[in-house]
């Protein structure tokens, strides 16, 4: 951290200082768990005034007014900024969540290409939309402005990623925010505030408040002074903020979890090298950081007459991959993110065992080795065959590198074990059959649908989930909109009396 004490990370109209409380958080590295930083433990207090200051910056500040050209090249500027600073903030990510230096990198170039993505679509847009009142005397228009205040409360598994996507919309719109980082990873997003801050942003547009969900986080829901609260985190902080939120009828924006299907039909192996490329993505889906991620392929569905040919590569592939500490060469995957999570991911394997499913590797945790300290939080990779829709494992979402197989023998039953979840964020078809592609996906209750891949997102599509997965979008023009209030201005041109009364 350049700009400020190791415990001054809360920043408050432009000032970076510690709690008021004075407490403060050991930020630990997951691969030793030992503290690597120390950051102030805000609490409600600090949330009320980081809300005054964004309250005031929006009210009387420059920022919602500054022509849409000039809040652009600030976040042209801040996307820079990223990027000179990719490999410290690659690395703080990787310390910080767990993952490897290589997908920390990969994470801060997404996050520049939020910041630009939504610079272009501002500047693409026109004044407003003219609507057709009916009469040469009247100038109808439709026009966006921002919402206000946002409180932005963010995860820990893509800590700067999820952070960017609420930021760089609000920013874009003319908002003026509060962000809570989650109190395990908040550090890439105070690094984000910095270059805010060295990009130019005036004081108070951007706060932040490191400190936990129940105090600060709740605070920032409830509070009377915020207009917009965006969430992602889990289905039960979602659900207390969208109440909190709800009593005081902001606009809100959730993205929770997910328990995503990827959908095998045995057309998708009929090659070797089809194989190959169904059975390398299905790895993918399932563990890319630890399976740690919100659309993770954590329900394999394949086809019953490939069933078992694909599920031995697929553990045999999943037994090789190298854990370890995520900044030591030739490591493909951390450790979780904490004890916490590694002790949620071994209940669910319990539970599943007892239940009758057939462990095809993984299910341990690994002997510690010269790249993985004893008190890291790894867990292996694991493959959990004979599995079915009732198992608590296959419905709920675990966020770990657990993998459930099922299988099914027809279309239909492929849609309907597919669709067999509260939640409905992402999914995936494998298959050479254009028709059935196109039919399947079309039935898939679930925000992304990708055929014949797995994970790819864009930042000009939007991004969200049906049923539990959340409400609202992030990204694309729907991200944007989640910022803004909509106004009609109508303009009568020659005003005249009404005369409906005559009196
Ligand atoms: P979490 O719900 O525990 O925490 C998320 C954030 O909410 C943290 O900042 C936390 O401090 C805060 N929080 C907790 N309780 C709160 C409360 N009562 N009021 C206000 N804020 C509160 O989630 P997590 O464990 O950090 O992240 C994992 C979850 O996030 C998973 O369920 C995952 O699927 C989800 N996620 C979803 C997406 C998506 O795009 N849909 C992306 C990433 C993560």
Redesign the pocket.
């Known amino acids: 951290m350049a700009g400020q004490q190791a415990d001054q990370t809360i920043q408050v109209a432009g000032e970076w200082r510690p709690a008021l409380s004075g407490a403060t958080r050991e930020i630990l590295d997951p691969a030793d768990a030992e503290p690597f930083a120390r950051v102030a433990e805000g609490d409600e207090r600090d949330a009320d005034a980081a809300v005054d200051a964004a309250r005031r910056a929006f009210d009387a500040g420059s920022w919602p007014r500054t022509p849409v050209a000039e809040r652009a090249a600030l976040l042209r500027r801040v996307a820079d900024l990223l990027i000179r600073d990719r490999e410290e903030l690659g690395l703080l990510e990787s310390r910080d969540a767990g993952k490897t230096v290589e997908e920390g990198r990969v994470d801060i170039d997404c996050v520049a290409d939020a910041f630009r993505y939504f610079a272009d679509l501002v500047t693409a847009e026109g004044p407003g939309r003219v609507v057709d009142a009916g009469s040469p005397d009247v100038h109808s228009v439709v026009v966006h402005e921002p919402v206000g205040v946002c409180a932005l409360?963010?995860?820990?598994?893509?800590p700067l990623l999820?952070a960017s996507?609420k930021i760089a919309p609000a920013l874009a719109a003319g908002n003026t925010f509060v962000v809570?980082?989650?109190?395990?990873t908040p550090m890439t997003t105070i690094a984000l505030l910095e270059r805010l801050e060295e990009a130019g942003l005036p004081a108070g547009v951007a706060n932040i408040v490191t400190g936990?969900?129940?105090s600060?986080?709740?605070r920032?829901?409830e509070h009377p002074d915020v207009d917009l609260v965006s969430?992602?985190?889990?289905?039960?902080?979602?659900t207390?903020?969208a109440q909190?939120a709800a009593a005081g009828v902001k606009k809100i924006a959730l993205?929770?979890?997910?328990k995503n299907p990827n959908v095998v039909f045995a057309d998708a192996c009929a090659t070797e090298e089809d194989f190959d490329t169904a059975v390398d993505q299905a790895l993918n889906a399932a563990f890319i950081h630890s399976g740690?991620?919100?659309?993770a392929g954590a329900r394999l569905i394949v086809e019953e007459s490939v069933r078992e040919r694909f599920v031995a590569e697929l553990a045999r592939r999943a037994g090789r991959i190298r854990l370890g500490r995520g900044t030591e060469k030739g490591v493909e995957c951390g450790p979780l993110v904490s004890e916490q999570?590694r002790a949620r991911t071994e209940a669910y394997v319990a539970s599943a065992l007892a239940e009758g499913a057939v462990l095809r590797c993984g299910g341990r945790r690994p002997e510690p080795s010269g790249t993985r300290p004893a008190d890291g939080y790894f867990y292996e990779p694991t493959v959990l065959d004979q599995c079915h829709r009732e198992m608590k494992v296959v419905r709920e979402?675990v966020?770990g590198p657990v993998l459930t197989v099922e299988t099914f023998r027809t279309e239909d039953e492929a849609v309907a074990l597919a669709n067999d979840t509260e939640y409905g964020?992402a999914g995936a078809v494998w298959t050479t059959d254009p028709g059935r592609a196109r039919r399947v996906a079309g039935r898939l209750r679930h925000g992304t649908v990708w055929i014949n891949d797995f994970h790819p997102y864009l930042p000009q599509a939007e991004?969200?989930?049906f049923g539990k997965?959340?409400i609202g979008r992030?990204l694309g023009p729907a991200g944007l909109a989640e910022y803004r209030e909509t106004k009609h201005v109508y303009q009568n041109l020659a005003p005249r009396p009404v005369r409906w009364f005559m009196g």
Do not use: D, M
């Open positions: 409360i963010t995860p820990w598994n893509y999820q996507w809570k980082p989650s109190e395990i936990p969900g129940h600060v986080g709740a920032l829901a969430f992602t985190g889990g289905l039960v902080s979602g207390k903020v909190a993205e929770l979890g997910g740690q991620v919100c659309s999570q979402e966020f964020l991004w969200g989930g997965s959340g992030e």
